[in-house]
């Protein structure tokens, strides 16, 4: 059961929630810059913050690394927060400390996402949120009791966030607060999937587009 909030507090409002968008990685199986690859009339990661902004997110923080300065060019007439990992070939809890260390310390939770999913939808954000002003500390969308991103954390667990698992990351924060985790089914399969190849790219992109990435043909 989840534990709501003592009578003498405040329900958590949306405003409260602040976002943490990684973009911090080589891109390596790939072998382009995921972030500024097309997606439909706008680039991923500009399809990332509207969908995190539609969702009722103001506040966003994108952890940059691998070439930082294109990505903060593109971005530049986006009200958004940076931060920089200076390692990108580390670990994905290096991106989320930096991210954390970077929120305002009014935030009361975040929502963790990741830029190789274009392809979420508002929905969900607002289904993560939801829960969370019903007094949910943790959230984690399914999607055929299939767990994925983003997620919600509260930042009671701000220094857990700061000091993860280098391998387990925020699985191991989840399985060790199991108790305090709600998860929530969502309408929505691209919750679980994400896109590390050319062909992840090109397919995901033919399903919510509806034609092939510029560029890559018909073949």
């Known amino acids: 059961m989840i534990n709501s909030k003592a009578k003498d507090q405040s329900p958590n409002t949306l405003d409260e929630v602040s976002a943490i968008l990684l973009a911090a990685g ?8 995921k972030p500024l690859l097309p997606f439909g009339e706008k680039t991923v990661i500009e399809t990332c913050i509207d969908y995190l902004r539609e969702g009722g997110i103001r506040d966003i923080v994108i952890v940059l690394g691998h070439h930082a300065e294109k990505i903060r060019d593109q971005l530049r007439t986006t009200s958004v927060s940076f931060a920089v990992n200076p ?3 580390s670990e994905m809890n290096v991106s989320i400390s930096c991210g954390v260390s970077a929120l ?3 935030a009361g939770a975040t929502v963790i996402a990741l830029v190789d999913q274009p392809a979420i939808p508002a929905q969900v954000v607002s289904a993560l ?7 949910a500390r943790l959230v984690v969308p399914t999607w055929k009791d ?15 966030l700061l000091n993860l698992d280098p391998n387990r990351g925020l699985k191991k924060l989840f399985d060790e607060h199991r108790a305090e985790v709600r998860r929530v089914a969502v309408d929505s399969s691209y919750v ?7 062909d992840d790219y090109r397919a995901l992109y033919e399903e919510v587009v509806g034609t092939p990435p510029p560029g890559l043909g018909l073949g």
């Open 26 to 33: 080589r891109s390596e199986r790939m072998g382009a810059l």
């Open 87 to 89: 390692d990108p070939a």
């Open 104 to 106: 305002s310390l009014k």
């Open 129 to 135: 949120c939801s829960e969370w002003s019903e007094g």
């Open 146 to 160: 299939r767990g994925g991103h983003p997620v919600l954390v509260d930042l009671s667990f701000r220094e857990e």
């Open 192 to 198: 679980a999937r994400d896109m590390d190849t050319w």
